[in-house]
C-alpha cells in the first residue's frame, strides 16, 4: 500500500509501451456505423430530449432497426424524410421543419431539449440545420418568454462527417455551451463525462459519495433541463475514450480534465477513481477502504475468465474508440496478447495513460482501409477478432473466432461490478468455438 495515495497503482509499465509506438495511419474502405446510431443509447438517457434525425428513408430504417424498437414503444426520436421534392426546390424546407417540429411538440409536451441531427452535410440536404436550429430555439426557447420552453439544438451524425460513437460525441460537444456557468466562489465540483447506464452511474455515485466527493455533475443529464453548471473549478473525468470534440468543449469553458485510464476492469476502475481522489485531496485510508472491496471483487469476477483468456491473441479492428482501453484490460488484467489495435480515430491526449500499458509489439493503426486489415487478420490468424457485424460471419467461414464490437457498446462494461460481464464477453466466443470443435 502507498503511503500517499492508498491502493498502490497494481499496473506499472516496466517500458514505454506503446506510448511512443510508431502509428499505421491508413485511409480507404470503411465498415462502420455512422454517428446517427448514437441516438439508440442518447434517447434512453436523456429523458426529457428528443432526437428528430432529418434525412432520407433509409436513415429511418436504419434507426428502427438498429434500436430494435417495439411496435407498442413511443420512443423519443424520429425521422423527418426529405423527400424527392424538397431536394427539388419545390417546397419550403423551413417552412416543412417547422411544421414537423410544431407537430411533433404538440403530441410531446414534456420535451424540453430537442435535437436537430443532420443524416448529410448541408450541401446534401439542401438544408442549413445548425441556422434551422437558432431560428427555432428563438421560438420555443425559455428566452421566447414561455415559461417551460422547449430548447432546439443541433449536430451532424452523418456517415460522411462521423462514425458511431463520433455522434454522442457531437451531441455532448452541442450541450457544452448551454450548460450554466458555475460562480467564481464556487466549490471544487467533479463532472463525468460521457454516457452511462443508469445503474453504473448509480454505482458511482455511490462511491463518489464515499469517497467524500459530494458536488458531482453528470454529462449528459438524465433530466437536460438539469445541466450541471461548468466553470474553472470544475474538474472532469471521462467514462468514455471517444469524446475529443467535448474536451475541448469543456476546456474552453475553464474546466480542467483529469488524465486517467478508462473505467474498464478492475485497475482501470481503481485508477479512474484515484484520479478524482488526488483531484480533490481525499485521504489515502478513506480511498482504500472504500475502493478495495468493490476491487477485489472485480478481481475474483474477471478470474473467471483468465485460464480461457490468458495467452490468446486478439485483434481490434477499428469501430468505436473503444479499442485501446479495452486492449489495454485484456492485456494487463486477463494475459491477451494484442497483435494489432485498430482505432478510427487515436486521440493521443486521451490515451496518455492507456498507450504506454500496451506491450510493445503491439501493431497501432488509426484509420480503415478494410482490404489490407482483413489481409493482415488473415496473415496474423489471432485466436479472437474484435470486428463490426458485417465482418464476423466471413472471417467465421474462414475459421477465425470473431467477437461483435457493437456489443461492447450496448453492454453495461464500465465499473468494478461489470468487471467479470466484461472480460465474459471475450471468452464467450472461445468457449462458443471449443464446444463447437468437440
Not at 471483487?297 to 490468458?310: G, M, P, T, V, Y
Request: net charge neutral.
Amino acid at each position: 500500500m502507498s503511503g500517499e495515495t492508498g491502493l498502490a497503482p497494481a499496473i506499472a509499465p516496466t517500458d514505454t509501451g506503446c506510448a511512443d509506438a510508431p502509428v499505421l495511419r491508413e485511409r480507404g474502405q470503411r465498415a462502420v456505423f455512422c454517428g446517427l446510431t448514437g441516438i439508440v443509447w442518447l434517447h434512453r438517457k436523456m429523458q426529457d430530449a428528443f432526437f428528430l434525425v432529418v434525412g432520407s428513408r433509409t436513415c429511418a430504417h436504419l434507426l428502427q432497426s438498429a434500436a430494435g424498437v417495439m411496435i407498442f414503444a413511443e420512443p423519443r426520436f424520429a425521422t423527418a424524410i426529405i423527400e424527392e421534392r424538397d431536394l427539388a426546390g419545390m417546397a419550403d424546407c423551413h417552412d416543412e421543419l417547422d411544421r414537423i417540429v410544431a407537430q411533433l411538440l404538440a403530441r410531446r409536451p414534456e420535451i424540453r431539449t430537442l435535437f436537430l441531427v443532420g443524416s448529410c452535410p448541408s450541401e446534401v440536404i439542401k438544408l442549413d440545420l445548425g441556422k434551422a436550429a437558432q431560428r427555432l430555439d428563438r421560438t420555443l426557447g425559455t428566452h421566447s418568454g414561455a415559461a417551460m420552453g422547449t430548447r432546439v439544438l443541433h449536430y451532424s451524425g452523418s456517415g460522411i462527417e462521423t462514425t458511431f460513437t463520433e455522434g454522442e460525441d457531437a451531441c455532448l460537444a452541442a450541450l457544452v455551451p448551454h450548460m450554466p456557468a458555475a460562480s467564481a466562489g464556487t466549490a471544487p465540483a467533479l463532472l463525468v463525462v460521457g454516457t452511462l447506464p443508469d445503474v453504473v452511474e448509480d454505482q458511482f455515485r455511490r462511491l463518489f459519495t464515499e469517497l467524500g466527493i459530494d458536488q458531482v455533475g453528470w454529462l449528459p443529464a438524465r433530466q437536460l433541463a438539469d445541466l450541471p453548471a461548468v466553470g474553472a473549478h470544475t474538474r472532469f473525468l471521462l467514462a468514455q475514450p471517444f469524446l475529443g470534440e467535448t474536451v475541448r468543449a469543456l476546456q474552453n469553458r475553464g474546466a480542467r480534465h483529469l488524465p486517467a485510464l478508462f473505467p474498464f476492469g478492475a485497475e482501470g476502475t481503481t485508477e479512474w477513481l484515484r484520479a478524482a481522489a488526488d483531484a480533490f485531496g481525499l485521504c489515502p485510508m478513506q480511498f482504500n477502504r472504500v475502493v478495495a472491496p468493490g476491487r477485489e471483487r472485480a478481481k475474483r469476477a474477471i478470474a473467471h475468465s483468465q485460464d480461457r483468456l490468458r495467452g490468446k491473441r486478439i485483434t481490434f479492428l477499428p469501430d468505436s474508440q473503444l479499442e485501446v482501453p479495452l486492449a489495454r484490460f485484456l492485456s494487463t488484467e486477463l494475459g491477451m496478447v494484442p497483435v494489432e489495435v485498430g482505432t478510427p480515430y487515436l486521440h493521443r491526449e486521451l490515451m496518455a495513460r492507456e498507450l504506454p500499458l500496451l506491450p510493445s509489439a503491439t501493431r497501432i493503426s488509426e484509420g480503415q482501409h478494410l482490404d489490407r486489415q482483413l489481409d493482415r487478420v488473415r496473415a496474423d490468424r489471432p485466436d479472437l477478432t474484435v470486428c463490426g457485424l458485417g465482418l464476423a460471419n466471413p472471417l467465421e467461414a474462414e475459421g477465425l473466432s470473431t467477437k461483435w464490437a457493437i456489443e461492447l457498446v450496448f453492454s453495461p462494461i464500465h465499473g468494478f461490478d461489470q468487471a467479470g460481464d466484461l472480460a465474459d464477453l471475450f471468452a464467450r466466443p472461445l468457449r462458443r468455438r471449443d464446444v463447437l470443435r468437440v
